[in-house]
């Protein structure tokens, strides 16, 4: 049974500050591995979509990692900024089935 | 274009109750998924429509809960004599594709349910 796990599940840096949220999952036999931002009362919004042939997408300051073999994925913030406060959730595709972490809420403070 | 709607937006219900919730599909999107999210918790897998089929239910909880999509559109998901563990969000996510071709989904803001 696939498990997805998060590190940390909360994490608080000043401005500016680039980061690194945490994914890992037990099962290699994924057919992507997307991240998810999550702010209260908005739902979720993909932030990034990385199939399980590729090694790593980017989009603007976000840069996310895919190793399967490790089942390791990172997200990768740079400069980050007080907007980008929120919880960061990734999700495995196995057969369709989003399986998903429990967060990482990140805070940044200006 | 509009997003996914949900609705009611918030819904408190008392213990043994029925609940229906309602969610809208981006138009024209072919798979819809519902998922429950438990406080401090990612979301989990209830079930996957593909139009108006049900193709997987088997995140359903129990018996107690049930899903249709009866036009291939709108789909409800029905809470029957609620209990307080059924506290929780309920998302509703639809994809422009058939399950199995990989693709984001879209979500929508969810339902807050909370049974006293």
């Known amino acids: 049974k696939q498990e997805v796990t998060q590190i940390p599940a909360a994490l608080s840096v000043p401005e500016g500050e680039n980061l690194v949220l945490n994914c890992s999952f037990t099962?290699?036999?994924?057919?992507?591995l997307q991240w998810f931002r999550q702010d209260p009362g908005k739902g979720l919004t993909s932030l990034l979509l990385?199939?399980?042939s590729q090694r790593e997408q980017t989009s603007g300051r976000l840069n996310a990692s895919l190793d399967k073999s490790s089942g390791r994925s990172t997200l990768y913030i740079a400069a980050s900024q007080p907007g980008d406060s929120a919880t960061y959730l990734c999700?495995?595709?196995?057969?369709?089935?989003?399986?998903w972490g429990a967060g990482t809420k990140l805070i940044i403070k200006p | 274009g509009a997003g996914v709607s949900q609705s009611p937006r918030y819904k408190v219900a008392k213990r043994g109750q029925d609940v229906a919730l309602r969610c809208d599909p981006i138009?024209?999107?072919?798979?819809l998924f519902w998922y429950q999210q438990a406080l401090g918790q990612g979301p989990e897998f209830l079930t996957y429509?593909?139009?108006?089929?049900?193709?997987?239910k088997s995140g359903l909880p129990s018996d107690r809960f049930f899903a249709e999509r009866p036009e291939g559109s709108v789909s409800t998901l029905k809470i029957q004599r609620t209990q307080q563990e059924d506290s929780a969000v309920y998302l509703c996510?639809?994809?422009?594709?058939?399950?199995?071709?990989?693709?984001?989904?879209?979500f929508g803001p969810g339902t807050r349910l909370t049974v006293l």
């Open positions: 999700a495995v595709d196995s057969n369709y089935q989003l399986i």
């Open positions: 996510a639809s994809s422009p594709w058939v399950a199995g071709v990989t693709d984001t989904q879209y």
């Open positions: 138009s024209g999107h072919v798979s």
């Open positions: 099962d290699s036999a994924i057919y992507n």
């Open positions: 429509f593909q139009n108006e089929a049900q193709l997987d």
């Open positions: 990385i199939q399980s």
